[in-house]
């Protein structure tokens, strides 16, 4: 979308409430001479505009993040990185001054929000009960119904369908994976969350499953084509069920495309957490809606590629589910097991999905 000067004229008279008169608006940095030819790439794409009000003469830039492959490759990347320049240029000495900061809309117009603070996200409310209640029954019971099973299908089943629909991006594939390893919710950024006294789970034992997680990286790097439709969060807590039985989903998490071996490995590894709490292994109630949700959903997918990718997600998935931090009641013995998962899993090309014990067991 090009920034037009109507657009821009309306949002500047609104601003100082008279009528302006644009006498000049360029890009900067299209000069190809000396030291602007040296740099090839810059983040942002700075338009001067010259303009009059009433008599007096103002000489402004208007910045435009440009989306690129360094963090700015989803719209909400590129408006953080404007409310944070915003938010700190003018606490700098000598820095040019943030005047404003401005709104896109889809229609081209511009509007202040620079007395904005904070974003409040408004949605409906959904009644429902969390898969998770079902989980922690089958935990305490050790049996699970027929519905239960019907629920693990269902549950395999629309991951498929919503997988279906692929994404040609590699800016976002590549940013996707570099997520995994090295953003705040990430693996690194749960590593970092762990205590660390913690005479049980090392430093090293969190720095090897870090630079394992930085190999695979690299192995996925090449795998654009595998950029699908996601949830991103698909966790037993973001599920829900409805008095008529209606699948309810919450909390979507780190934009709209993604790797399906996310999704599939949120969930899948939650049937093991809960038959380590009972068992000390996956067995009996919990295998069984193990069993049943990857039966369907590679029946359904026929992705066996994805046995060969899914080993740092389930790592980093092992990572929350072991921090004390997000799960401070589970037993020393489940943490153990889920970081013996998280770095036996990546250690083997492919996931061997109904062999899953061997890779817990001390």
């Not at 100082?16 to 360029?26: D, K, Q």
């Not at 606490?91 to 904005?116: E, F, R």
């Not at 870090?210 to 950029?227: D, F, G, I, M, T």
Request: with cysteine; proline share 4%; net charge negative.
């Amino acid at each position: 979308m090009e920034l037009t000067q109507a657009a821009l004229t309306s949002y500047l008279q609104q601003r100082h409430n008279a009528p302006v008169t644009i006498m000049h608006m360029a890009q900067l940095g299209s000069d190809t001479s000396g030291a602007a030819a040296l740099k090839a790439f810059g983040y942002g794409r700075p338009i001067r505009v010259m303009y009059q009000v009433a008599g007096e003469r103002y000489d402004i830039v208007v910045r435009q993040v440009k989306r690129n492959g360094f963090g700015r490759e989803r719209p909400d990347d590129r408006m953080a990185e404007a409310w944070l320049d915003y938010a700190t240029f003018n606490d700098l000495p000598n820095h040019v001054h943030a005047d404003n900061i401005v709104s896109w809309s889809d229609a081209g117009t511009l509007a202040s929000a620079g007395h904005v603070r904070e974003f409040l996200l408004v949605t409906n409310y959904a009644s429902g009960q969390p898969y998770a209640d079902d989980l922690l029954r089958i935990r305490d019971t050790g049996t699970c119904t027929a519905r239960d099973v019907q629920r693990a299908e269902r549950l395999a089943a629309y991951l498929a369908a919503i997988h279906a629909a692929k994404h040609d991006d590699a800016l976002l594939w590549r940013r996707r994976i570099r997520d995994l390893v090295g953003h705040g919710e990430g693996i690194m950024g749960l590593t970092d969350s762990y205590p660390s006294n913690d005479p049980r789970i090392t430093s090293q034992t969190l720095q090897a499953i870090e630079v394992a997680a930085n190999s695979w990286r690299w192995r996925l790097k090449p795998l654009a084509h595998r950029l699908s439709q996601v949830h991103g969060d698909f966790h037993p807590f973001n599920v829900l069920f409805d008095e008529q039985d209606r699948l309810i989903l919450l909390d979507r998490s780190r934009g709209a495309w993604g790797e399906p071996a996310d999704d599939v490995s949120c969930m899948t590894i939650n049937y093991l957490f809960f038959g380590l709490q009972r068992d000390g292994a996956l067995t009996g109630a919990c295998e069984m809606l193990y069993t049943t949700f990857w039966e369907t959903y590679m029946r359904q997918t026929e992705d066996a590629e994805l046995l060969d990718v899914i080993a740092p997600w389930f790592a980093w998935r092992a990572l929350v589910l072991a921090s004390p931090q997000w799960y401070p009641t589970i037993s020393d013995d489940v943490r153990q097991a889920l970081l013996t998962f998280a770095q036996r899993v990546m250690a083997e090309p492919r996931f061997r999905w109904r062999m899953i014990n061997p890779y817990v067991k001390g």
